[in-house]
């Protein structure tokens, strides 16, 4: 009589940390540059140190409207000085003549001689003349020479995303273009025969795609080259023969939904068959389930050969979907399909995942310490992303809804709570709070 077997272990989840360890370890920047002028570069990434070739500022400014004059003359007892020449900003001044004073504007060129500015409220002028009221120290209210800005220094270095401040700082050293990595470039397509585009007749036991517009809107942002593929018919071919064009002209392909095991769920066998792939279940909610592998750039299983087939990864299993792919490879990855599931684990793993892709260096998003002004007395297993908001009493509020499938929460909320395993929140700790405005840049 034969001995029933067991069904085999189901392996661990892997933490939060863990999953974006090993994304982010698999990604590289993008090979490809282009030169952008300085102008049209926002938020691109610099793929090239910025070095300054002169001093900011070039020559010693005023900080202030007032007088430049030789602390000399005002400690031999003289406070009444004739007005030798006037400063506009903009204007090559002559050197200080001793025992005069130069009436100077807000950035304009001190004197040669001068040590100090007078601000104008320090002074009573009178015709040609001006009594100094005030004592000043040597260099007050002059900017020097190389204040903001050495010769020489890198002011931005390569990796930086171009924010509208970095332009200007980028401008203040005369760059006119910039070198910048290329755009990463995305191919995203949906699958379920029960989705319909807004503007459709909605049929019954059908639903509208909002995963399509809250993930194109995400990878806009971002500055991503998307290619969108829509609505894929649920089946095996028709999810071959798109991954199988998405992976040509690509460097990820992004999916939602399809890739648990039922019978209609036919992304997770179509990226086994046209490459490799690992499942995750991470320790989070909402989110969960999440694949990540990689597609080959032509050819078929069989032709591949070595290629084909299920891979294993940190969740078990023989081989590693999470290794860099070859250049002849795309990467790969399946979000779920609920839409607050699709939503946060974009931002937790595909959003730095394409930074790092861009050549972003710095990707993990900066968190806050805020009070709770709720309980939550119900702990879970898994790392929690709760919705919730900021009210005006500096403390957080929190959606009364945490359902993956409540798109509202994530409209309402001004961020996620990073709460930890096991843990019940109480009215009054202090809790871990990543804003929106984090991760959605």
């Known amino acids: 009589m ?96 001793a025992g005069t004073a130069a009436r100077i504007f807000t950035g304009a060129t001190v004197p040669p001689g001068a040590d100090a500015i007078v601000i104008q409220e320090q002074t009573e002028a009178s015709g040609d003349a001006v009594t100094i009221l005030h004592m000043p120290k040597a260099g007050e209210w002059i900017t020097a020479q190389g204040a903001d800005i050495r010769s020489g220094a890198v002011i931005l270095p390569a990796g930086t995303r171009l924010t509208p401040q970095a332009l200007g700082l980028a401008a ?52 991503c080259e998307v290619t ?66 990689a597609v080959r750039r032509g050819g078929t299983a069989d032709a591949a050969g070595a290629v084909g087939g299920s891979v294993g990864g940190p969740a078990g299993g023989s081989g590693d979907a999470s290794a860099a792919p070859a250049p002849a490879e795309t990467f790969f990855i399946g979000l779920p399909g609920n839409p607050v599931s699709s939503f946060v684990t974009f931002l ?14 710095t990707v993990t998003p900066r968190a806050l310490s805020l009070r709770a002004d709720f309980a939550q007395s119900k702990a879970d297993r898994r790392n929690e992303f709760l919705r919730a908001r900021i009210n005006p009493a500096g403390g957080l509020d929190l959606f009364p809804n945490q359902s993956s499938a409540v798109l509202t929460s994530t409209v309402w909320g001004d961020g996620l709570i990073d709460n930890p395993p096991n843990h019940a929140i109480s009215a009054g700790e202090t809790v871990r709070f990543i804003p929106f405005s984090e991760l959605l840049n």
């Open 228 to 293: 969108d593929y829509g609505i894929v018919a649920d089946r095996l071919d028709a999810t071959r023969e798109t991954l199988r064009e998405a992976a040509q002209a690509h460097d990820l392909i992004l999916t939602c939904g399809g890739v648990s095991v039922g019978e209609e769920d036919h992304v997770k066998p179509a990226v086994e068959a046209e490459g490799r792939l690992s499942m995750w279940q991470i320790a989070m909610k909402p989110g969960k389930p999440l694949a990540f592998g």
């Open 2 to 97: 034969s001995t029933p077997t067991s069904p085999a272990p189901r392996a661990p989840m892997l933490s939060t940390a863990d999953a974006l360890a090993t994304l982010l370890g698999a990604a590289n920047a993008v090979a490809g540059t282009e030169t952008l002028p300085t102008l049209a570069a926002l938020n691109r990434v610099l793929a090239v140190d910025v070095v300054s070739p002169l001093d900011v500022p070039p020559m010693n400014t005023s900080a202030m409207d007032g007088y430049a004059v030789r602390i000399a003359d005002l400690t031999q007892g003289e406070r009444r000085l004739p007005v030798s020449q006037r400063i506009p900003a903009g204007h090559a001044p002559q050197p200080l003549a």
């Open 348 to 361: 937790l793993f595909v959003r730095p995942f394409l930074l790092r892709l861009s050549g972003v260096r």
């Open 172 to 223: 203040s050293v005369g760059c006119a273009e910039l070198a910048v990595v290329r755009r990463v470039k995305v191919a995203v397509f949906f699958t379920g025969d029960e989705l319909t585009m807004p503007g459709e007749p909605l049929k019954p036991g059908a639903i509208y795609n909002s995963n399509r517009f809250t993930l194109s809107g995400l990878l806009e942002k971002l500055g």
